[in-house]
């Protein structure tokens, strides 16, 4: 199933796609993709809802809906870096014995198309394109990375859009390089993990105004997203909706060389394998 949330920002209503082009309406059903849905076994209580509505045709049409991001805005977005092999090499840094743990601002989560606003002060704004988590369940103490399997409602592709100039050079956590305004775009929708044959089989890429600067797979996962999940829940309360950023291949602006940065009037264009893609526009600061 692939669940979404379309209309104006902060008026978003919850449906399910059925093809690129249509959509079935779940607004009449549940309130939104959010907790509450999450946490009450929504996914499974919509299932039949929206085949039989499929079938009896009442579909309505995607073209020129704005697409929100999938999920309503979450308790946490959780990050991991430095996850992928080939990412952590570019980066001239060792491989991680253990998952790299940062967050970024609930409040950073925009839809796939939204624009993308380089903060002020910024020197360096950079892309990560990334295989997010979507926690299905509230979650702690998991005994094994086999029973984070329930646990996981679905995958979205996401933008992990960062400043590395904040992240490095600031002082202090990576936060602050990650939680400017409009800094993780995510969709265009939750893909349960049944319409997905392998998870670490997956191509990934993102491309800046037409040139392919990330060409990648989720293969090369350091940590794969069922040891993710249950590494987190020894230290941690995950709950339903909860957003866990996988880590991103090589390709960001800063393994370039020289590096290349985001310019005000770039456009970002990513996506994953069976997951949807994104294209951002980008923005001056305010």
């Not at 293969?219 to 987190?232: A, C, E, G, S």
């Not at 290349?260 to 600061?285: A, C, F, K, S």
Request: charge should be negative.
């Amino acid at each position: 199933m692939y669940l979404m949330r379309i209309g104006a920002p902060g008026a978003e209503k919850p449906v399910a796609r059925i093809d690129d082009q249509t959509y079935v309406d779940l607004s009449d059903v549940v309130s939104d993709f959010d907790e509450a849905f999450f946490g009450d076994g929504g996914i499974d209580r919509v299932r039949p809802v929206v085949a039989e509505r499929a079938a009896a045709g009442q579909v309505s049409l995607l073209a020129g809906e704005r697409i929100g991001a999938p999920i309503a805005r979450p308790h946490q977005i959780l990050c991991i870096g430095l996850n992928f092999r080939d990412h952590a090499a570019e980066t001239g840094q060792a491989v991680p014995e253990e998952p790299i743990l940062f967050t970024k601002s609930p409040n950073t989560l925009v839809g796939p198309n939204d624009d993308v606003r380089i903060p002020r002060g910024s020197t360096k704004p950079d892309w990560e394109v990334e295989l997010g988590i979507v926690i299905g369940r509230r979650t702690s103490y998991l005994d094994s990375a086999e029973q984070a399997r329930d646990a996981i409602a679905g995958y979205v592709v996401v933008n992990d859009v960062s400043e590395r100039a904040f992240q490095m050079e600031r002082g202090g956590q990576w936060a602050k390089g990650k939680s400017a305004e409009t800094f993780n775009p995510a969709g265009p929708w939750l893909v349960t993990p049944d319409e997905i044959d392998d998870v670490l089989a997956l191509d990934m890429w993102l491309d800046v105004n037409g040139v392919r600067r990330q060409d990648g797979s989720s293969k090369t996962m350091i940590f794969d997203p069922h040891y993710i999940v249950h590494y987190l829940s020894q230290f941690l309360v995950l709950e339903p909706g909860d957003l866990i950023n996988t880590g991103t291949p090589p390709g960001v602006g800063m393994g370039h060389t020289p590096p290349v940065w985001l310019q005000p009037g770039d456009v970002m264009e990513l996506g994953i394998e069976g997951l949807g893609t994104q294209r951002q526009n980008v923005l001056g600061p305010r």
